[in-house]
């Protein structure tokens, strides 16, 4: 394919945002362990990034995934990956299957404040003891009245600390267990969510990354996305989606490695003795 004067403005306008309002503070949001996320997703969502390729009737500019993977492509150019991952993550990652199969009730309440950059949205698939293996997760999400009533955890969340709502992937009934998982919008502060821990990592710094705990928490059957018993089918196509963005997300960041490799001065010094350091203090790695 070509690409167009439309796909040149998609990259000229989020590596303005990269280099006057994100790649100044990299470094201390590194250090921080933690970057601002509402405040730059709302400059994300203000210039119309966070829906590129979303419907335009809930903010969306409704355009082909090709817009989507030029904007992937750019935020290569931020001086960290923490950043980038968690853009990723609420556009790629845990607003797919709302935006293609959630009600328009459910769109209007999700997905048009994501897209605007007035929610920040995680995603909350893998669990201690299900991390590849999706459809071994355990938590489960039973009906009462007319409310899901949830119970489990999440491990390795994603924007987990400062996430508005959770696209969550839970069982729903009994059966196969690719047919017997819903996914939901999960509220962050609703009643019995509680956040247990920060993770510490070695790599990616400033991303928040979560582990969750789901006690007796209530929300309204109508938050399922889709169909019920559909949710291990539609997390595999977000998965597909997710993949797709990480691919593009990481060419220019290995074109400007390669870049750098070809520099004489460039020097490895630190790296070994901050992988020791992390090897003794028991921190994790990055997220899965």
Known sequence: ????????????????????????????WEEDEIFPAHEVFKKLGDAGLLGIHKPVEYGGMGLDYSYAMVMAEELGHINCG????????????????LARYGSDEL??????????GDYVACLGVSEVGAGSDVASIKTTAKRVGGDWVINGGK????????????????GTGEGSAHKNKSLICLPMKTKGVQIAKKLDKLGMRASDTAQIHFDDVRVPQRYRIGEEGMGFIYQMQQFQEERIWAAAAGLMKMERKSEVGKRPSVSLGGILPLATRTARSGSVLCPS
């Open 155 to 170: 491990m390795w969340t994603t924007n987990g600390t400062q996430a508005d709502w959770m696209c969550l992937l839970a």
């Open 1 to 28: 394919m070509q690409f167009t004067p439309e796909h040149s403005e998609i990259r000229r306008t989020l590596r303005a945002i990269i280099d006057k309002d994100i790649n100044p503070h990299v470094d201390k």
């Open 82 to 97: 923490s950043v980038p991952m968690a853009i990723g993550v609420q556009t790629d990652m845990a607003t797919p299957a």
């Open 107 to 116: 769109r209007k309440e999700f997905l048009a404040p994501s897209i605007a």
